[in-house]
Nanobody, 125 residues
Framework: QVQLVESGGGAVQEGGSLKLSCAASGRISWDLSIGWFRQAPGKEREFIAGFFRRQNSYYTDSVKGRFTISRDNAKNTVFLEMNSLKPEDTAVYFC???????????????????WGQGTQVTVSS
């Protein structure tokens, strides 16, 4: 089992920044992949960024150059730094984890077994 707790959400003006954290606990192993997703009202949950196991990071096109995913392995924490925020970034942001992903499923919400409770990000214009 893996437990995930997100924090760092809030309300900002367009162009502002936020840094989200996802603290993981439980059975943390080398093969654990971590993903950040978001879900706006009436929309499907969308992949934002993720680490495939402890290897490379991946992003969806709409956030490349604005969002950065990073990790602190000693603290079992993954971060999502978000800059140049836009109103369309408004959503509930979730982190998710799974240890049986293959690279082609990293962006699929349905492939993840473990989810945090989510943190709200609101960007006003």
């Amino acid at each position: 089992q893996v437990q995930l707790v997100e924090s760092g959400g809030g309300a900002v003006q367009e162009g502002g920044s936020l840094k989200l954290s996802c603290a993981a606990s439980g059975r943390i192993s080398w093969d654990l992949s971590i993903g950040w997703f978001r879900q706006a009202p009436g929309k499907e949950r969308e992949f934002i960024a993720g680490f495939f196991r402890r290897q490379n990071s991946y992003y969806t096109d709409s956030v490349k150059g604005r969002f950065t995913i990073s990790r602190d392995n000693a603290k079992n924490t993954v971060f999502l730094e978000m800059n140049s925020l836009k109103p369309e970034d408004t959503a509930v942001y979730f982190c998710a984890a799974d240890r049986s992903l293959i690279l082609s499923t990293l962006r699929s919400a349905g492939a993840y077994d473990y989810w945090g409770q989510g943190t709200q990000v609101t960007v006003s214009s």
